[in-house]
């Protein structure tokens, strides 16, 4: 997935924060976790140097952020921090979406660190030299227009219903 990540992270925040008073800082949390996945691109490009998929990283293991979120639910309930578990849900479920989109074109590992077992919805096939072709003249890319036209849609109606 390139361009629907942020989009989809909106979608999925609007939704998680409706009718909520701290609506906006709800969405700003969604937003960020929405790409957070893919910051381990600095790790594949100025460490790594490319030696393994970035998908395989840590940072695009959905266990690891389950794990994340469980933590930071204990502590919220043990330091009586009640108010901040909805944020944890916007951020769980945006980074799971980043995930789940991710598993079309791309192999996520679910299960790590258990299993190896991954999930690559669709493969795109290498059809061009410079493979970022392949994936725009794919079927997969007209989605991620749809998702960034419902998300400048919803973006809209609700700036509309604010004013
Ligand atoms: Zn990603």
Redesign the pocket.
Known sequence: ?FIA?LPAGYLTANLLARKHKNRSSLIAVGLVCS?L??F?LLWFYLVDNRQTA??EYF??WPLFWCFLAFATWILSWILGQGQIRRYILVALTCLLV??L??SFA?E?YWLRPFSDFHLNAVEVPAKFEWWVWSFVFHWTFAVEIGICLAAAIVFLRNKKNAI
């Open positions: 997935m990540h790409i996945p893919d381990d970035h998908h940072f695009h980043h995930m989109l991710d791309a996520i």
